[in-house]
């Protein structure tokens, strides 16, 4: 079974600095999908940014990127220019490649809580 | 654009209480999801549906039961609600199960059971 391991309950970054959030995930399977999702206290989950496992290069989305590791079956996302806006529990998910079902299914870390210092 | 939507938004129960919670999504997508979140567990698959008509169990089926009369809905029941079942619902669609196919999620529902 797919695991994903978030292993930072917090992190706490500055106004306009970097921050990078980190995810390692275990599979069997060589073609998958990752995803960043960002919960507010709203409590709306908001895809941030996704990967495909048979793509090398790096997701990227404006102030939002991943280091893809497939190797190391790691999945970083780092925030740049951090705004106050970015202050929300951010999730690592797996979803398998394989199409239906319960493989269509995520599989959640358990969270990053970022906080955005002014 | 509504995308999906999940009603109630809150809701407390009595042990042993029964209740459903919907969920609607107007985008036309084949698949939807069960989710449960808890604290330093992250989202569980509860239940799932693959089309109109069709429902699966998830990873957390036990005393929930879910119904797919329609595309646009996904009915998410309580028999007879328990203290370990409060937690927040989040109900997801996506267009199908093929590749590359964004979940989309409503706002989440917090039940607590009393």
């Known amino acids: 079974a797919q695991t994903v391991t978030q292993s930072q309950p917090e992190m706490s970054v500055q106004e306009a600095e970097t921050v990078t959030l980190s995810c390692t995930y275990d599979t069997s399977e060589s073609d998958y999908y990752l995803f960043w999702y960002k919960q507010p206290p709203s409590r709306q989950m908001i895809l941030v940014i996704r990967q495909e496992a048979y793509k090398q290069q790096n997701a990227t989305e404006n102030r939002f990127s991943v280091n893809f590791q497939k190797a190391a079956k790691s999945f970083s996302l780092k925030i740049s220019d951090s705004q106050l806006g970015d202050a929300a529990m951010y999730f690592c998910?797996?979803?398998?490649?394989?199409?239906?079902?319960?493989?269509?299914?995520?599989?959640f870390g358990t969270g990053t809580l970022l906080a955005v210092q002014p | 654009n509504a995308g999906v939507t999940q009603t109630p938004k809150f809701r407390v129960l009595k042990t042993g209480q029964s209740m459903t919670l919907l969920c609607a999504q107007d985008?036309?997508?084949?698949?939807m999801y069960w989710y449960r979140q808890d604290p330093g567990m992250g989202l569980r698959l509860i239940h799932y549906s693959v089309g109109e008509g069709t429902t699966a169990k998830g990873e957390v089926p036990d005393g929930y039961n879910v119904s797919r009369l329609k595309k646009q809905n996904f009915l998410l029941g309580l028999e007879s609600a328990a203290p370990s079942q409060t937690s927040v619902y989040f109900c997801?669609?996506?267009?199908?199960?093929?590749?590359?196919?964004?979940?989309?999620f409503g706002d989440g529902t917090r039940l607590s059971i009393l």
């Open positions: 998910a797996y979803r398998s490649a394989r199409a239906g079902g319960a493989t269509n299914k995520l599989i």
């Open positions: 997801a669609s996506s267009r199908s199960g093929g590749r590359n196919q964004p979940q989309h």
């Open positions: 985008m036309n997508h084949e698949y």
